[in-house]
C-alpha cells in the first residue's frame, strides 16, 4: 500500500533541493545565509539528505526509569522519603552517602524497592564500606559510584593520594562498582566533542588498568543541555564510541546512563522557565536512550530540598513516560537524516580529540598538565561571551526578563560558584551557570 503511494513521485536528489534553495535566495550565498556554525564545531545545515547520511548502529534501549535522588542526611527521614516517592511513580533511586557512618543495610531493609535499581554515590572513599555495598549487591539491584579520577578532577585533590585510592579501588573492584561523572565537563562548559572525548578518555583509564576485569558494568552520569536534537545525538554518540571502547577491550557494551538537566543555563530570576528547560532535556534524554533519568526541581539552585519540588520534578518525567509515551519506541531517533548525521560528527570529532589525550599520555596525565582544564576554560568562554552578547538566548535571564523580579530575600542556597582558595594537586574543574554574573549585578541592585 505504502510503496503504491509514493510510486507516482518521483525521488528528489540532494543537488536538486540545494539548486532550489540558491535559485530562492536571489544571489545570496548559501553558506554564509544558511549554514549555521555552532560553538560546538559543527556546522549544521539547511536540510539534510539520505544520500549524504550515513546511517550508524546504536544499542537499543528499551525503557527508561523515572529517577529520585535522595541525599542522605537522617537515616529514617531518608527511609520515608524514600519510600514514598516509590509510591508516587519513582523506579530508580539515587542515594548520595555524605560519610561512612550511615547504616545502609538499615535504610534497604526497610524499603519496597522489589527489583528496582539503587544507585549510591559515596562522596568518600571507603574499602570497608564499598565491600559492605559489594555484599549487599547479592540481595539488592546496586550499582555503586566509586569514581577517584572524577573526585580529583572536580576536587583537584585524590580522595588521600594516588597510590593509596588506586589500592582501595583495586581491593573492591567489582562488576557494578565503576562510575564516571561526565557531567562536571558539560557543567563547566566543555562543548559537545570535548564532552565525549573527557568521557571517553575518563572510561579508559579504568579499562586500562583493570584489563582482567571482563564483566565490568560502568554507569555514566550524563548532565543534558538545552539544544534539543544535539542532546539526543550526544547520548547516541556516546553509546556508539563506548561500543568501540567495549571492542578494544573486550569488554560488553553494557553502558548504564543516568541522565539529568545541565545546571549550566538555569537562573535564578523567571526560575518558573527552569520547568521548560528541564523539560526539553529530559525529552532529549529519553528519546537519546538514557537507561535513567533524575529531573532536577525547578528551583533546587536556590532552596533548600522540598517536597513540591520534587513532585512537580518528578511528575514531568511521569507526563512524558505515561502520557507522552517517551518510552514505548526503541530507538526513536533512528533513521532521522539529522539526528544521524550529528551523531556521526560529534562521534568522529569526539574521537579525534581522545586520540589527542592519549597521544598526551592519557586523561589524567592531561589533568596534571592542565590541557583538560584550559580546553573547558576556552569553550565555557566562549559560550559565554555568546550569552553576554545576546547570541545564546535565556528567557527571563538575558532576554525579556522581569524587572519587578526580586529574589534576595528567596535565597536559601547560595547559588554561585564557592570561592574556596586552597592547596591543591592540579586545577579543579569548576562547574559555573552562564547567568551567575548578571544574577549578582541583579542582587546588588535590590539591594540599592
Not at 518528578?314 to 517517551?326: D, G, P
Not at 592531561?366 to 565555557?380: E, H, R, T
Request: glycine fraction near 4%.
Amino acid at each position: 500500500m505504502t510503496k503504491d503511494l509514493f510510486k507516482d513521485f518521483d525521488p528528489v536528489s540532494a543537488k536538486a533541493w540545494k539548486q532550489k534553495i540558491q535559485v530562492d535566495l536571489k544571489g545570496a550565498d548559501y553558506n554564509d545565509t544558511l549554514i549555521y556554525k555552532s560553538h560546538h564545531g559543527i556546522d549544521v545545515k539547511p536540510f539534510y539528505h539520505r544520500e549524504d547520511t550515513k546511517l550508524v548502529s546504536v544499542k537499543a534501549v528499551s525503557s527508561w526509569d523515572v529517577c529520585e535522588k535522595i541525599y542522605i542526611e537522617n537515616v529514617e527521614k531518608s527511609i520515608t522519603r524514600a519510600n514514598n516517592v516509590l509510591t508516587r511513580g519513582a523506579e530508580m533511586l539515587w542515594f548520595v552517602i555524605p560519610n561512612d557512618s550511615v547504616n545502609v543495610k538499615a535504610i534497604l531493609d526497610k524499603l519496597n524497592i522489589g527489583d528496582k535499581f539503587i544507585y549510591i554515590e559515596c562522596t568518600f572513599l571507603s574499602e570497608a564500606f564499598i565491600k559492605t555495598l559489594k555484599d549487599l549487591q547479592q540481595s539488592y539491584n546496586l550499582k555503586i559510584g566509586v569514581d577517584i579520577i572524577g573526585h580529583l578532577a572536580k576536587d583537584g585533590n585524590w580522595f588521600t593520594n594516588k597510590d593509596e585510592d588506586h589500592s582501595v579501588l583495586n581491593k573492591c573492584i567489582g562488576k557494578d562498582i565503576l562510575s564516571i561523572d561526565a557531567a562536571l565537563y558539560q557543567n563547566a562548559g566543555a562543548n559537545i566533542p570535548q564532552e565525549l572525548a573527557y568521557t571517553l578518555a575518563h572510561l579508559n583509564e579504568y579499562a586500562n588498568h583493570f584489563t582482567d576485569h571482563k564483566d565490568l558494568n560502568f554507569t555514566v552520569k550524563v548532565s543534558i543541555g538545552s539544544n534539543y536534537f544535539f542532546e539526543i545525538a550526544k547520548l547516541r554518540a556516546l553509546r556508539l564510541l563506548f561500543s568501540t571502547l567495549a571492542k578494544e577491550y573486550n569488554l560488553n557494551d553494557n553502558l548504564f546512563i543516568l541522565a539529568h538537566p545541565t545546571k549550566r543555563n538555569k537562573a535564578i530570576y523567571d526560575y518558573n522557565v527552569n520547568m521548560l528547560r528541564t523539560t526539553t532535556e529530559c525529552m532529549s534524554a529519553a528519546l537519546g536512550g538514557a537507561n535513567a533519568i533524575y529531573n532536577m526541581p525547578y528551583d533546587a539552585l536556590f532552596h533548600k530540598n522540598n517536597e513540591f519540588g520534587d513532585r512537580i520534578s518528578r511528575n514531568q518525567l511521569l507526563v512524558l513516560k505515561h502520557e507522552s509515551y517517551f518510552d514505548m519506541v526503541d530507538n526513536a531517533a533512528d533513521g532521522s537524516y539529522y539526528i544521524e548525521s550529528l551523531t556521526q560528527q560529534f562521534a568522529e570529532k569526539a574521537l579525534e580529540i581522545f586520540k589527542q589525550i592519549e597521544m598526551g599520555g592519557g586523561f589524567v596525565q592531561q589533568l596534571f598538565d592542565g590541557k583538560i582544564q584550559q580546553k573547558i576554560k576556552d569553550s565555557a568562554s566562549q559560550e559565554q561571551q555568546l550569552f553576554n552578547d545576546g547570541k545564546l538566548s535565556l528567557i527571563g535571564t538575558n532576554k525579556h526578563p522581569n524587572k519587578q523580579d526580586a529574589m534576595a530575600n528567596d535565597l536559601q542556597l547560595y547559588p554561585f560558584v564557592k570561592q574556596n582558595p586552597r592547596k591543591t594537586l592540579i586545577e579543579p574543574i569548576i562547574e559555573k551557570r552562564l547567568a551567575e554574573q548578571l544574577e549578582q549585578e541583579r542582587l546588588k541592585n535590590e539591594a540599592k
